[in-house]
């Protein structure tokens, strides 16, 4: 047990009895006790296999390689569209927990052996997205925007893609696009500084 999860814990105002549920749960496992991103995080082999995290309308079980799992039960959910490997198990109670301790006990089994087997999740290549129609307009008529956009990492030009895609509205990607270009041309990625 890593104190600086008793800390998490102690200072968790909304799902504290569920957080501690979940955390003696996977505490079975022979797996490290971490506190990454500021939420419970379980590694095998300093490989993350679970985490536990709450939002306001529910608490979750997250697990890094949920794809590979087999969910008999139907329970894994997928956060977003374009969340390719993880899954979350999500809980609205303690009972519901209770209700489901075999099951998570299974999941969490499950999810170790697929850390110890090496498996991975075959990801889609950035190739694979979609262009926005916007920006492939840009990326067209300007051929340094598409020598710096082809320079960046796969997963900077995910981040711009699924940022360009979210609007609905032709003009408001066209407006994101805008904004973004003097990012790309310097190198940088959405979220960078």
Aim: aromatic letters at 10%; proline letters at 4%; one cysteine or more.
């Amino acid at each position: 047990m890593n104190p600086k999860v008793d800390e998490f814990l102690n200072k968790a105002t909304k799902w504290r009895e569920e957080f501690g549920k979940l955390r003696m749960i996977i505490l079975n496992f022979q797996l490290t006790e971490e506190l990454k991103w500021g939420v419970p995080c379980y590694t095998f082999q300093e490989r993350n296999v679970v985490l536990i995290h709450g939002f306001k309308e529910y608490c979750a079980l997250l697990f890094f390689k949920g794809a590979l799992l087999k969910d008999t039960h139907g329970i894994l959910i997928r956060q977003t569209e374009n969340v390719q490997a993880s899954r979350q198990i999500r809980f609205s109670s303690l009972r519901e927990i209770i209700e489901l301790e075999p099951i998570l006990k299974a999941s969490i089994l499950e999810a170790v052996e697929v850390e110890k087997a090496g498996l991975k999740v075959e990801l889609k290549k950035t190739s694979e997205y979609s262009i926005p129609e916007e920006f492939q307009k840009k990326l067209d008529e300007e051929p340094a925007l598409k020598t710096a956009f082809d320079a960046l990492t796969p997963g900077r030009q995910r981040a711009y893609l699924f940022f360009f895609s979210q609007p609905k509205q032709s003009k408001t990607r066209e407006a994101r696009i805008e904004k973004c270009m003097p990012q790309i041309l310097i190198g940088k990625g959405l979220n960078d500084e």
